[in-house]
């Protein structure tokens, strides 16, 4: 059938946090083409205009959690945070909209509900909850890895009639919790953040967790600006490009030192070394093989409980507050301010689900196996529906029907986690697949759109309209992503990483292992073997169509 509908843009990208600007960006600005970004808050920011709980903050440092496409924002921008605050980031991110001109391009308070591959006409039919039809030659994801809010289902949620908050879906204008009782359900990454702050306003605090951490102390501070001026913005460049060839998206060498090579005293100098000055630097500027490891991980797991024990001053506290269950680094690795100290306050109290499960929410608070709280204001700091929830939030169809949520229901499948089979000329900015959350994101996010934009700019160059990945590469690639998690700790854990925060979610680890630079090194030997595993060319029905007439 001959192709009927034209395109009303080149191209759709969903989402206006780092990766749909960039893209935006990318796309208008370099490659000329014309681009409609649906985004469903009313600015833009992505995670940084959601989460807006007490104590969020980022815990790349500053100055290269950043974009890097324009030398004159990164050398013009002056971070103040070491570890920048949400207000700060989200600063960030609307100076970038407004210097490149980028909100023009944006459709805020608008939801993609839908997109369908109409494979006649080689379109993109993307519907919003508005109602609007958008037709593009490509569609590009930028929903974000950590984008869908995760509130447990647990009995009688509804009926609680106190104040309750997602952490990823804060209320703009803050919460009072002067004198108020509050409970934080969550102990990950939010709720390490958000619990040493709201227990400083609250009248009292009780944390409900199901997991005890390690954390480090990030001894955050404000950015040391000789730092920023002398060592970082002259050498920006140098930077990024170790950043991008690094493990984890950031510009820093891991220790030559084995945990199990020094003694016993000179290792504990090095953690002590490397606690006081806080951060990620506690991993990787002690040992090399702490995240390799299992018996070097024990020292290091070991040493942090001994921190535990040592700031928590009540025994049944630190009995419940020392993590047991899975190495560090295992989960999400988590920096804090004050956490530990939190719970030597009077006005906090500790419940462990693991002994004393919730059983419900009441009109008046919690209730567990061992009696009822009652509280004021629920947080749930309970974490996302990591790297597919939002995808599965859109009806995606592709070729022949294809859904995404039938192809994705064993876990999520992709090649480079750029492109999924039978979803021609869709992208994923940081899909499940690619490094993703487990890198600094700017980076990994900045790469998938140079790799996105330097293909279509090799399509347009060779007349070229349809790009799809081949179900062998995408098969073979996931067993790859697969074969990487096995020899990892990440496997260690019952971890978000796997989706087992989701009742039902399969168990399958999503994201990339093997490392931001390794990745990358990937993408551009598949690039080199002209687009290895993806099929590149013009669609098949307006081939056919002009064969029929004889073109
Ligand atoms: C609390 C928290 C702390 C974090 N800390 C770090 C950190 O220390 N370092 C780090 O590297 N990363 C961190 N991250 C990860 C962070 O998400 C990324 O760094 C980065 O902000 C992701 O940008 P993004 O544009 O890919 O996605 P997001 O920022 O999530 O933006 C996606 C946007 O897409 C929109 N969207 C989704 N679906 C639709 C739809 N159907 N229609 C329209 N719009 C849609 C959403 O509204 C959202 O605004 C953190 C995340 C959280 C939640």
Same mark, same amino acid.
């Given at each position: 059938?001959?192709?009927?509908?034209?395109?009303?843009?080149?191209?759709?990208?969903?989402?206006?946090?780092?990766?749909?600007?960039?893209?935006?960006?990318?796309?208008?600005?370099?490659?000329?083409?014309?681009?409609?970004?649906?985004?469903?808050?009313?600015?833009?920011?992505?995670?940084?205009?959601?989460?807006?709980?007490? =104590?969020?903050?980022?815990?790349?440092?500053?100055?290269?959690?950043?974009?890097?496409?324009?030398?004159?924002?990164?050398?013009?921008?002056?971070?103040?945070?070491?570890?920048?605050?949400?207000?700060?980031?989200?600063?960030?991110?609307?100076?970038?909209?407004?210097?490149?001109?980028?909100?023009?391009?944006?459709?805020?308070?608008?939801?993609?509900?839908?997109?369908?591959?109409?494979?006649?006409?080689?379109?993109?039919?993307?519907?919003?909850?508005?109602?609007?039809?958008?037709?593009?030659?490509?569609?590009?994801?930028?929903?974000?890895?950590?984008?869908?809010?995760?509130?447990?289902?647990?009995?009688?949620?509804?009926?609680?009639?106190?104040?309750?908050?997602?952490?990823?879906?804060?209320?703009?204008?803050?919460?009072?919790?002067?004198?108020?009782?509050?409970?934080?359900? =969550?102990?990950?990454?939010?709720?390490?953040?958000?619990?040493?702050?709201?227990?400083?306003?609250?009248?009292?605090?009780?944390?409900?967790?199901?997991?005890?951490?390690?954390?480090?102390?990030?001894?955050?501070?404000?950015?040391?600006?000789?730092?920023?001026?002398?060592?970082?913005?002259?050498?920006?460049?140098?930077?990024?490009?170790?950043?991008?060839?690094?493990?984890?998206?950031?510009?820093?060498?891991?220790?030559?030192?084995?945990?199990?090579?020094?003694?016993?005293?000179?290792?504990?100098?090095?953690?002590?070394?490397?606690?006081?000055?806080?951060?990620?630097?506690?991993?990787?500027?002690?040992?090399?093989?702490?995240?390799?490891?299992?018996?070097?991980?024990?020292?290091?797991?070991?040493?942090?409980?001994?921190?535990?024990?040592?700031?928590?001053?009540?025994?049944?506290?630190?009995?419940?507050?020392?993590?047991?269950?899975?190495?560090?680094?295992?989960?999400?690795?988590?920096?804090?301010?004050?956490?530990?100290?939190?719970?030597?306050?009077?006005?906090?109290?500790? &419940?462990?689900?693991?002994?004393?499960?919730?059983?419900?929410?009441?009109?008046?608070?919690?209730?567990?196996?061992?009696?009822?709280?009652? &509280?004021?204001?629920?947080?749930?700091?309970?974490?996302?529906?990591?790297?597919?929830?939002?995808?599965?939030?859109?009806?995606?169809?592709?070729?022949?029907?294809?859904?995404?949520?039938?192809?994705?229901?064993?876990?999520?499948?992709?090649?480079?986690?750029?492109?999924?089979?039978?979803?021609?000329?869709?992208?994923?900015?940081?899909?499940?697949?690619?490094?993703?959350?487990?890198?600094?994101?700017?980076?990994?996010?900045?790469?998938?759109?140079?790799?996105?934009?330097?293909?279509?700019?090799?399509?347009?160059?060779?007349?070229?309209?349809?790009?799809?990945?081949?179900?062998?590469?995408?098969?073979?690639?996931?067993?790859?992503?697969?074969?990487?998690?096995?020899?990892?700790?990440?496997?260690?854990?019952?971890?978000?990483?796997?989706?087992?925060?989701?009742?039902?979610?399969?168990?399958?680890?999503?994201?990339?292992?093997?490392?931001? =630079?390794?990745?990358?090194?990937?993408?551009?030997?598949?690039?080199?073997? =002209?687009?290895?595993?993806?099929?590149?060319?013009?669609?098949?029905?307006?081939?056919?169509?002009?064969?029929?007439?004889?073109?």
């Amino acid at each position: 059938m001959a192709s009927t509908k034209k395109a009303d843009v080149d191209a759709v990208v969903i989402g206006a946090g780092f990766a749909g600007l960039g893209m935006l960006y990318r796309l208008r600005e370099q490659l000329g083409l014309s681009v409609q970004v649906f985004e469903t808050g009313d600015d833009v920011g992505g995670t940084w205009y959601w989460n807006r709980y007490p =104590g969020a903050r980022c815990d790349s440092e500053s100055y290269i959690y950043c974009f890097s496409f324009s030398d004159e924002l990164l050398q013009d921008w002056n971070w103040s945070g070491k570890y920048p605050e949400q207000p700060e980031i989200l600063s960030y991110l609307q100076h970038v909209a407004d210097r490149f001109d980028l909100r023009r391009n944006i459709q805020f308070e608008t939801r993609v509900t839908a997109a369908h591959y109409l494979e006649d006409d080689n379109l993109w039919r993307v519907e919003t909850n508005l109602g609007e039809v958008v037709h593009a030659r490509f569609l590009i994801s930028g929903i974000g890895c950590i984008s869908t809010g995760n509130v447990p289902d647990i009995p009688g949620r509804d009926s609680f009639k106190g104040d309750s908050f997602h952490t990823g879906a804060w209320p703009h204008d803050g919460v009072d919790f002067a004198g108020k009782r509050v409970a934080v359900i =969550g102990t990950g990454s939010s709720g390490v953040q958000s619990i040493p702050v709201i227990a400083e306003q609250a009248g009292h605090l009780t944390v409900f967790q199901r997991t005890a951490q390690y954390t480090i102390p990030a001894r955050h501070g404000t950015v040391d600006r000789r730092f920023l001026d002398e060592e970082v913005k002259p050498n920006y460049t140098e930077l990024l490009e170790k950043a991008r060839r690094s493990a984890g998206g950031i510009p820093v060498d891991f220790s030559e030192r084995l945990a199990l090579e020094v003694s016993d005293e000179e290792r504990n100098a090095i953690y002590e070394a490397g606690w006081r000055e806080g951060g990620h630097r506690f991993i990787f500027g002690s040992f090399r093989d702490i995240m390799a490891n299992l018996d070097a991980n024990h020292t290091a797991s070991e040493f942090i409980r001994n921190k535990i024990r040592e700031t928590v001053k009540d025994p049944n506290l630190v009995a419940k507050l020392v993590p047991t269950d899975h190495p560090l680094g295992s989960k999400r690795a988590l920096i804090d301010t004050n956490y530990f100290e939190t719970y030597n306050r009077d006005n906090v109290a500790l &419940v462990d689900l693991k002994t004393d499960p919730i059983e419900c929410i009441t009109e008046t608070g919690i209730r567990t196996a061992s009696g009822e709280f009652d &509280v004021d204001i629920i947080v749930f700091a309970t974490g996302f529906d990591a790297m597919t929830g939002s995808f599965f939030k859109m009806d995606i169809q592709g070729r022949d029907g294809a859904r995404l949520k039938d192809d994705w229901s064993e876990g999520p499948k992709s090649y480079l986690g750029l492109q999924v089979h039978k979803y021609p000329n869709l992208f994923m900015i940081t899909g499940p697949g690619s490094p993703s959350v487990l890198s600094n994101m700017p980076v990994s996010i900045e790469q998938h759109i140079e790799w996105i934009g330097d293909l279509i700019a090799h399509m347009r160059d060779e007349e070229l309209d349809v790009v799809e990945a081949q179900a062998g590469a995408q098969a073979e690639w996931v067993t790859h992503v697969n074969d990487v998690a096995s020899q990892t700790l990440y496997m260690h854990a019952n971890s978000w990483y796997l989706g087992a925060n989701i009742p039902g979610k399969p168990r399958v680890f999503m994201p990339y292992a093997g490392g931001v =630079g390794a990745y990358r090194a990937h993408c551009e030997a598949i690039v080199d073997d =002209g687009y290895r595993g993806f099929t590149l060319g013009r669609p098949a029905a307006q081939v056919a169509s002009e064969h029929a007439a004889g073109g």
